[in-house]
């Protein structure tokens, strides 16, 4: 079982930044892919915003490129977003996940970019 925390939501002006963070813990094998993905608007799909193997391979939405960072800490099991110049867009509700979509979420966290 693997439980996935998320923080650092929250409301920022357009052209702010904010840096989320997800904490795992529990039962899971040392080499998986850990990402971030979100909704942006209720029954609407999630979608990938950026990923990061073990190996530090990332990959990135074609919207975020530029303005986001994924990054981890392997040793304490923990991913981050930085993201920079943000805009009203990435306004959404933000899901940690291992695994890929067949994986584990955490619970979501809110970042609304609103002036």
């Known amino acids: 079982q693997v439980q996935l925390v998320e923080s650092g939501g929250g409301l920022v002006q357009p052209g702010g930044s904010l840096k989320l963070s997800c904490a795992a813990s529990?039962?899971?094998?040392?080499?998986?892919?850990m990402g971030w993905y979100r909704r942006q608007a209720p029954g609407k799909q999630r979608e990938l915003v950026a990923?990061?193997?073990?190996?530090?391979?990332?990959r990135y939405a074609d919207s975020v490129k530029g303005r986001f960072t994924v990054s981890r800490d392997n040793a304490k099991n923990t991913i981050y977003l930085q993201m920079n110049s943000l805009k009203p867009e990435d306004t959404a509700v933000y899901y940690c996940?291992?695994?890929?979509?067949?994986?584990?979420w955490g619970q979501g966290t809110q970042v609304t970019v609103s002036s």
């Open positions: 996940n291992m695994g890929g979509t067949g994986g584990s």
């Open positions: 529990g039962s899971f094998r040392a080499v998986y892919v």
């Open positions: 990923d990061i193997i073990s190996g530090g391979r990332t």
